[in-house]
């Protein structure tokens, strides 16, 4: 068994995944993901959600910044996730240029990006959700991309959140950034944070999704 599989308690990323099993099951079994994935919402939703992604990615990105400086912290930087741009060029095609003036931030996006700016100034709260979006988008992220793609009829443009132009393989990329998680210098109770926040992640992205399905409730088509 090598580190990345070890159930050892200590081993971080062992301990994420399992202590968000449940949480991803929830999260992913969400109506607004469901109908997202089977083609039944309007590109509008989609755009959307997009939308939220802006200020969900500026604020993890930001607290990515603060971490940058911090000797532990810069260890789980990587330049190569950067998705805020990528967001920006997506929304321009799915909105328009003048994308910044039409779209709104939902109440459960302000919740969300408000914690993600106070996990800048801790490590393990940081990497709890840096770990949540970017391994999600580097996995059922990519599952997502070719679903939104084929319902909605689009190439590379509209999904370019999802195309790490910088990670031509997940696989092994996912693996060095699960050891990099191991290989932080955490002690017993920042563990226990990183996982408790990682669960706090987790629900705020469900409360997205609840927020987003009650929007397009009455235009799913069947
Ligand atoms: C349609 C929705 C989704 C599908 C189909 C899906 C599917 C998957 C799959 C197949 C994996 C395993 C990949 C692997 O082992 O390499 C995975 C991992 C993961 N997903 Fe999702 N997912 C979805 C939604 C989400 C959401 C909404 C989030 C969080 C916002 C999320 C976060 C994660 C994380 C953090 C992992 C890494 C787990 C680990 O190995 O530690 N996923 N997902």
């Given at each position: 068994m090598t580190k990345t599989e070890?159930?050892?308690?200590?081993?971080l990323s062992a301990r994420l995944r399992a202590g968000t099993r449940d949480a991803h099951q929830t999260a992913e079994s969400t109506g607004f993901v469901t109908r997202l994935m089977d083609g039944s919402l309007p590109l509008a939703a989609y755009a959307n959600l997009v939308a939220q992604h802006h200020t969900i990615y500026r604020a993890l990105e930001q607290a990515g910044e603060q971490q940058r400086h911090d000797t532990r912290g810069?260890?789980?930087?990587?330049?190569?996730?950067?998705?805020t741009p990528s967001i920006e060029a997506d929304l321009a095609h799915l909105i328009g240029d003048d994308w910044r003036s039409r779209i709104e931030v939902l109440p459960a996006t302000r919740v969300y990006a408000a914690r993600l700016s106070e996990a800048g100034a801790s490590l393990p709260r940081y990497a709890a959700h840096a770990y949540t979006r970017y391994l999600g988008d580097l996995s059922g992220g990519q599952v997502i991309k070719r679903m939104v793609q084929r319902h909605y009829g689009?190439?590379?443009?509209?999904?370019a959140f999802y195309t790490?132009?910088?990670?031509?393989?997940?696989k092994p990329f996912k693996d060095e950034y699960r050891e990099r998680l191991d290989g932080l210098d955490l002690s017993a109770a920042e563990l226990d944070e990183a996982v408790a926040e990682a669960q706090v992640a987790f629900e705020l992205n469900t409360a997205l999704f609840g927020e987003l399905g009650r929007l397009y409730e009455s235009l799913v088509s069947h």
């Open positions: 070890s159930t050892d308690s200590t081993v810069a260890t789980v930087i990587f330049d190569e996730l950067t998705r689009l190439g590379d443009q509209g999904v790490f132009t910088d990670i031509p393989k997940t």
